[in-house]
């Protein structure tokens, strides 16, 4: 048995011969929230996937709550929720028959269900929805209630596929809160994202990975101080008024993305002096974040699939 709740060692898997995870090794102890973070098509789902045995790996071993996968999935299974990227709720069915459904896949006491389905509802805020209908709910009413699903079996395990994408703020703040509560109560999280301000605020580990690898790993803060310097002052605005040596002096630093150039530094007084009370530029000047890191190791160039 190992400390961890999942370990994998060069997790590997290809389609049509075509490597999409290209030999990852995760190390993720109990408790708290890891951060599985990529562009689109970086691999994560397939990871999640493998590591859930619901596609099978093509190479590397894994371990997922001590038992060797996806020899153990269906003991496995039983400690794990799961939130899928896309809801897959039954339409036929009610809020209240979609949770007493997947309850009876576990061997759990009726009055013991019907209480803890109560109080789930009323963790995600959906106790006045019990009787209505799935293809009446909104988008973060379902998202809300494939976590409520996740929940029902009180897994020591959930993993989260981009649980917010497509949401509102409102949704997105009510479910990091109670994602956080489950943190705190001993539930062990790991979720994808490429939301880094979710990242930053729920995770305390941190992996990036793309194209089927790992980049970097680390806590959000950890991986700050390592990628890039600790403050940023944006420029905008008539570039070419700017004396040439403020660009000149360190290349390495600045980035210049279409009309913004993005000034990475520990001395932002040096810089600010020379952009301020110039007319037609504007800057902001704040503090290095998670997005900086991701944008620096993974490019800036458009993922659309
Ligand atoms: N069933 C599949 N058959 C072929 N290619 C797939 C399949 N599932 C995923 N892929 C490919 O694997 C890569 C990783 O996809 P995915 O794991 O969904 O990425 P992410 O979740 O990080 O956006 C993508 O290039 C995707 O097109
Ligand atoms: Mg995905």
């Known amino acids: 048995m190992s400390d961890y709740i999942i370990k994998t060692e060069n997790l590997k898997k290809s389609f049509n011969g075509e490597f999409v995870v290209k030999g990852i090794d995760l190390k993720i102890p109990q408790g708290g929230c890891f951060g599985l973070l990529g562009p689109n098509g970086a691999g994560k789902t397939t990871t999640l996937r493998m590591l859930l045995g619901r596609s099978p790996l093509t190479d590397g071993t894994m371990e997922v709550l001590g038992l060797e996968m996806p020899k153990h999935a269906r003991r496995v299974r039983h400690d794990v929720g799961v939130v899928p990227q896309s809801d897959n709720l039954d339409p036929d069915f009610t809020v209240v028959e979609n949770l007493e459904v997947y309850a009876s896949f576990f061997n759990i006491r009726g009055d013991v269900i019907k209480k803890r389905i109560k109080e789930l509802l009323k963790f995600v805020e959906l106790n006045e929805k019990a009787g209505t209908r799935i293809n009446q709910l909104s988008g973060g009413m379902k998202r809300r ?120 530094t520990d001395d932002p007084g040096k810089i600010i002096e020379q952009v301020e009370n110039r007319p037609n530029i504007h800057y902001l000047h704040r503090p290095a974040n998670l997005e900086d890191v991701f944008l620096r190791l993974t490019g800036r160039e458009l993922r659309e699939i």
Not at 152 to 179: C, F, K, M, S, Y
Not at 181 to 207: P, Q, W, Y
């Open 145 to 264: 209630l494939s976590i409520a699903r996740a929940m029902v079996n009180e897994p020591r395990l959930l993993v989260l596929d981009e649980p917010t994408t497509g949401l509102d703020p409102q949704v997105r703040h009510l479910i990091w809160a109670r994602l956080r509560e489950l943190k705190n109560s001993g539930t062990t999280l790991l979720l994808t994202t490429h939301f880094m301000e979710e990242a930053e605020r729920l995770c305390d580990d941190i992996v990036i990975m793309d194209y089927g690898a790992i980049l970097s790993q680390g806590h959000p803060k950890q991986l700050i101080g390592k990628h890039v310097e600790p403050e940023v002052v944006e420029i905008h605005g008539e570039l070419e008024t700017l004396p040439k040596s403020l660009i000149r002096t360190a290349l390495d630093r600045v980035e210049i993305v279409g009309e913004t150039i993005y000034y990475f």
